[in-house]
């Protein structure tokens, strides 16, 4: 399922993402089918390695699998920045924070899964480097995320927003290990496509935020995320 996000500023406003899914049923149709596409080869590659699942738990194979336990550890918003000056000017700024440290993932049009799946499919390192490359951005995009001021009422969001940003760098670390460890790639990608959901669901109460007290963004200063969930 493809979103397109445009960032008014850093967001747009949710009535731009209201817009998208009411264009029609056939485009809403089309992108589930990406989708259902997608999972299915996750599938479809997963059950090509039941043997050697079944190796590990015999403790027979050096292969690693996924642990939960190994993910990053979450922040809170007490680990943020924060400011209780709520004036427009204050809120709009951040935004303006906000969408120059997002503006990178402007350039990222495919799904880290499919980046994997492919490079899977044709042993291709290339392939498997950009998913190391994308971990690196989402741990340096953590990095300013936390030097941002946050206003009070946009903690949460902003804390959640990290968080899933931390997952999916620690995520496709592993899916660039396909070609190595492939269970853990796989395992890894199913894990990545929640929290890319998740990812979403924090910029979507982020723009809920600025199109309820009113903050706007000019053209020049929108931003559009577009990735494949």
Known sequence: MRKIIFWGLGLLLVGGLITLWQIGQTDKDRQSAIQKQTQAELLKQDQKLHSLVGDILAGTSTLAEFDSQNLPARLTTKNLKTTRD????????YGLSLAQILRPFGELTENDAQIMLRALD????FEAQKLSDHSALYQNTVRG?????????LLTSQ???INNLKIMASLSGNMGQVLQNPLLALQSAEQYQKSLALFYTSINEINSFF???????TEDEKIK???NL
């Not at 199109?211 to 963004?217: A, C, D, H, L, R």
């Open 145 to 153: 995320l936390l030097l941002v001021k946050v206003p009070k009422d």
């Open 86 to 93: 709520n004036a427009t000017s204050t809120i709009r700024q």
């Open 211 to 217: 199109t309820k007290v009113g903050v706007k963004f």
């Open 122 to 125: 044709n042993q291709d390192q």
């Open 225 to 227: 995320i577009n990735l």
């Open 159 to 161: 804390t959640k927003l």
